[in-house]
């Protein structure tokens, strides 16, 4: 994984937002690109699953897919393989996101199937302690996101710092080779920086930066914030 | 509708075969074009869903999505939407399949979310009581499938007549504007020829033509049976 | 069935609300029996799950579950069958609440499985699609209820009078041995007479008894109003 | 829990298999207590949902529940809440059957809901990889059952035993406060003994016990072949 992420990591979410779709997708995968080269900052872009093959196609930073099925291939209808993914050109999945929670059962074989095919989790949680289940499964990465901050542009970081910390310290304890992330209302440079000096290493964003009016300016900012709260570690 | 497609219909579900991912989706999706033309029958290919952009720019015949998610454009992640579908260029989507069942009231919203953009609803049901209840919801095609015979080569038209009668005739006393098929355990001519007498506008199958080892000999008997079934009514 | 409801009916849903659970049921349940017989209308109760068989015992009015598996005795854990409904004294169930949506495949199962049992149905629907849906399926009792005005005292017979006419119609059309109820919203006796007038044969609702001060006073309003509008018609 | 609950450990789910409803589960449940007592080897019933407070007031061993919703009291219908189970007398629950799986989020309301209640968590588990989540949420007992056992009569124990020590070793590690079964296939005494040899504390069964001709003679084969094993560790 490290030749492809490095850190402080911005992991944005387009969801199915309608600026995010087809065409949006791939000009805001383009702007995350170009932000990622001007600051050296590592950023994934998480397009709709319809469009990830051609947004892989256009861009060189990570492409992650939004969510993958826990099935082999075979008989099932409608549903998302790692094989897809892989197939499609993405390096990594979100899993379990708050708006695709999954069973417990099913992220164990959803994380198996990432595995199987070399492809990158970005496990999300939603409390301290579902945060210490996640870890003990051992993704690549974890992002922490209390559902009742998303999309309200009340940071996690500055809302329920001690979320974070908790988080945090049970990835630490349990299996620190878990990289992990925060998110919920991340809005602005600062709530960034604040969530690295909490002690993670990025951020997971979705509204604040598909949505934004600028999200070059937006994304601008993260990345200088998240750079200098970075080195100040 | 009645431009896009006619009857007798042979709708195949690529589901997510080994066989029928990436390449394997365009050269099924291929064989099929050929058949349709050669035999001058209506048949509907159903890629898996990253393939589906990929497939409809590879062929002629009517490509649609497995799956399409209750949602409007917004803040959903990891999901499929009737616009995703459109932009792909698929003209319509199966609904409610046996391994993607779905909830009533996410149903009625699929449907309102396929007719927004003008795609075809492909619904499908597992008995007689819930043909009625799917035939009122108005779908532009059903599909009555029992699913303890999905994938096990005994036809519901042979091992079930009197399901597919049933739901012939409760679709013509609910909603005679829906056209009906029938599938699970579809695998030769034979089977086709059956459920277009028994009442039935055409076929909804999967394995019988995704694991078959001469794929295009197999739709060939299916659609020549098809059509000697359908002018004998 | 004719035995057991009369119309019009005034089915209260206690859901697990704390005032509704162990003593609070047997009280509300029997506060419920005595504006039934003070004012001669059909009240339908229905308990949390685990209360049922004790609030059976203390009630004469029909006691109803709020919801049943869609599954027969067997191989199940925490699953409530409609044997076991039957057996604690329960008449009927609650089916496709807003807050337990069910698929559509299961929901044609728990009809069936209710039939069976000699258990009445009470279906909910969410709009008049799945109203026409819901009546085809043939249930003893429907209720049309939009889940976006449940709790709000926005009473759906006013905010949406043309869904109710329009559910109306459509079990008349479809199924006219349907008994039509509506939900969501109902606060006070104007609620209930203006259902009534609007065509259906009583009301659904829960936390404006449940919740009331003085709920034998809601509940005797109710009635009164629901008398009224129908002598009425 | 000491007070309530010893080791080797024998949990009982009767499922809703028609042995074990009604007055079949207030017999299975005086065995239960019979062999308890004659042994004097700790055994938990947990029967159907619907006859919870009828079990607790006819024996003394403990009740569980066999199903948690992750609610607070409010508005859902058809739940079963912590403070249901807790007011019938149980004193705890399984959580995450592999016939009721959970999502991770909601386990981890779940295991919260039945804190507050003084309940006890028996959480449920599939493979080594779900067991590490399992053991960082902390719940008081775990019980791994690979779910392609359940049922089979053969039992884990023997058939995959590297699973049941991985799991073993998998809960030492990050959490050695929780009391670790196992389960899937366990019919015999034999069964029971291979699995505390393997290092649990006891085992999880339901059909062996529930269809049996004689549910006491298999009991009572399995406490003693549970007491021998113990001694030997």
Redesign the interface.
Known sequence: MSEKLGFPLIAL?F????QA??EGAVRLAKIAEEVSKEYGVSIIVAP???????VVAEVEIPVF???VDP?K?????????A???K??GAVGS?V?????????????MV??RLRENGLIALLC???V??T???????PELLAIEP?EL??TGVPVSKAKPEVVVGAVE?VKR?NPSVHILCGAGISAGDDVAKAIELGTEGVLL??AYVKAKDPKKVLSDMAEAALKAWERR
Chains 1, 2, 3, 4 share one sequence.
Do not use: C
């Open positions: 979410n969801k199915v937002y309608s779709m087809g709709p699953m319809i469009d990830l093959a051609r897919a939004q969510h099935y291939p075979g008989s099932h209808t409608g549903s998302i393989l094989e897809d993914v197939a499609a979100l379990n996101h708050s708006e695709h929670r999954l069973r417990l059962a099913d992220i164990g994380l198996e949680t939603d409390t302690e579902t210490k289940a996640g870890a003990a499964l051992g559902p998303i999309g049970a349990i979705a509204s």
